[in-house]
Antibody
Framework: QLQLQESGSGLVKPSQTLSLTCAVS??????????WSWIRQPPGKGLEWIGY???????YYNPSLTSRVTMSVDRSKNQFSLRLTSVTAADTAVYYC??????????????????WGRGTLVTVSS | SYELTQPPSVSVSPGQTARITCSGD??????AYWYQQKSGQAPVLVIY???KRPSGIPERFSGSSSGTMATLTISGAQVEDEADYYC???????????FGEGTKLTVL
């Protein structure tokens, strides 16, 4: 059973950089048919997709965050990471990592999140 | 930007049918997905590709899609189904990922 586990600093000062890692266990991060993603949820609010990364290292980011986001993958450690620069209080959220299922079915191609980590709360405060 | 629109809340009595809608311009061309999120927990996929149910999800959960609207139906809703439900899809290009704002389902 594949599992995802987020880790990183739970408290970040304003203007600094948020860094998180997602460890993948029970399966390979290089498996075909999947990419990997970060999603966040501010307290009491909805879900916001941050970006996704393929095991090749190719990335695609939410246009609203693209100037501040960098995602990377470390195949040797079977993990992927998120960096978000110049954080403000608005970046306070639970951050989830997730596996993205990719494919085509019924004449339509799709990508969706089929497995999630438990999430980690990151607070931006001085 | 692309948006999916959901009602903020839906309320039913136990045993009744709950229906949660999601509208989006690209839904005639892209699949809709539904996630259930209980308080303090990570989201769980309950419907994928408009109508399919992952293993382990009760049969009372079903999905449909017609035109620009997708619908999650919970037939015979139970108290344990109380949660926030999010629809999810992509824009026409398939690259931009978006969640609806979520619907709080109350069963009491």
């Amino acid at each position: 059973q594949l599992q995802l586990q987020e880790s990183g600093s739970g408290l970040v000062k304003p203007s600094q950089t948020l860094s998180l890692t997602c460890a993948v266990s029970g399966g390979s991060i290089s498996s075909d048919g999947y990419s990997w993603s970060w999603i966040r949820q501010p307290p009491g609010k909805g879900l916001e997709w941050i970006g996704y990364i393929y095991h090749s290292g190719n990335t695609y980011y939410n246009p609203s965050l693209t100037s501040r986001v960098t995602m990377s993958v470390d195949r040797s450690k079977n993990q992927f990471s998120l960096r978000l620069t110049s954080v403000t209080a608005a970046d306070t959220a639970v951050y989830y990592c997730a596996r993205v299922n990719l494919g085509c079915s019924g004449g339509r191609c799709y990508r969706y999140f089929d497995l999630w980590g438990r999430g980690t709360l990151v607070t931006v405060s001085s | 930007s692309y948006e999916l629109t959901q009602p903020p809340s839906v309320s039913v009595s136990p045993g009744q049918t709950a229906r949660i809608t999601c509208s989006g311009d690209a839904l005639p061309r892209k699949y809709a997905y539904w996630y259930q999120q209980k308080s303090g927990q990570a989201p769980v996929l309950v419907i994928y590709e408009d109508t399919k149910r992952p293993s382990g999800i009760p049969e009372r959960f079903s999905g449909s899609s017609s035109g620009t609207m997708a619908t999650l139906t919970i037939s015979g809703a139970q108290v344990e189904d109380e949660a926030d439900y999010y629809c999810y899809s992509t824009d026409s290009s398939g690259n931009l990922v978006v969640f609806g704002e979520g619907t709080k389902l109350t069963v009491l």
